[in-house]
Each structure stands twice: as C-alpha cells, then as structure tokens.
Nanobody
C-alpha cells in the first residue's frame, strides 16, 4: 500500500512563495510518476505539475503555473516538492499529490493516478 502525505500549505500574500512537500511511503516510490493537482471552491480538480520516475525526471507544468512553479524529486527522502513562487489569488485551493505507475508526463488526467494524499490548503490573500 502506498501512502502520500502533503505538507507545507498555508496563507500567503500575493507575490509570495510556498513550498509543498509530498512524502511517499510504502512500496515502490521509484516506480511512480508523482503529480500535483489542485481544486478551488466550485471548480474541478486540475493538474498542476508532474514529474516522472526515471532518472531524467521529465516534468510537466500547466500553462497557468509555468515559469512560477518548480517540481522536484528527492529519491533519498521519497519526497516530491512543489516550489511555488509569485503566487496569485487564483492559485488558492486544496493541493493534492498523487502517484501513478503508468502515467506519461504531460497534460494530467486525475483518473490516471492510483494513490492520493489528503490534501493541503493553500490560500493566497492579502
């Protein structure tokens, strides 16, 4: 059984930064593509960014966050990070990390991911 636990959310002013962490436990961290999704109130869950499981660590970013967010993977800690800079009010939502074993790095579909964390709240407000 694979478990994912997010942390690092909080309240930040527009233009600020946060770093989210996704700690993965259980079997086979190295086999999973890890993605970050977010869901704002009244909106559908959307894919934000994902990173592959192979050594080259291919990455994907949604157009809305490209250039502001950076995803990375620390295999020694079984943890994936999402560094979020220049945050905007539209970035507010619950952020979830998810793992999938047969996921190509690209536009994200939540049904492709097998395991999900409980989510962490990010609020961008002055």
């Amino acid at each position: 059984q694979v478990q994912l636990v997010e942390s690092g959310g909080g309240l930040v002013q527009p233009g600020g930064s946060l770093r989210l962490s996704c700690a993965v436990s259980g079997f086979g961290f190295e086999y999973y593509t890890i993605g970050w999704f977010r869901q704002a109130p009244g909106k559908e869950r959307e894919g934000v960014s994902c990173i592959s499981n192979h050594d080259r660590s291919s990455t994907y970013y949604a157009r809305s966050v490209k250039g502001r967010f950076t995803i990375s993977r620390d295999k020694t800690k079984n943890t994936v990070y999402l560094e979020m800079n220049s945050l905007e009010r539209e970035d507010t939502g619950i952020y979830y990390c998810a793992g999938g074993t047969s996921v190509l790095v690209g536009p994200m579909i939540h049904g492709d991911y097998d395991y999900w964390g409980q989510g962490t709240q990010v609020t961008v407000s002055s």
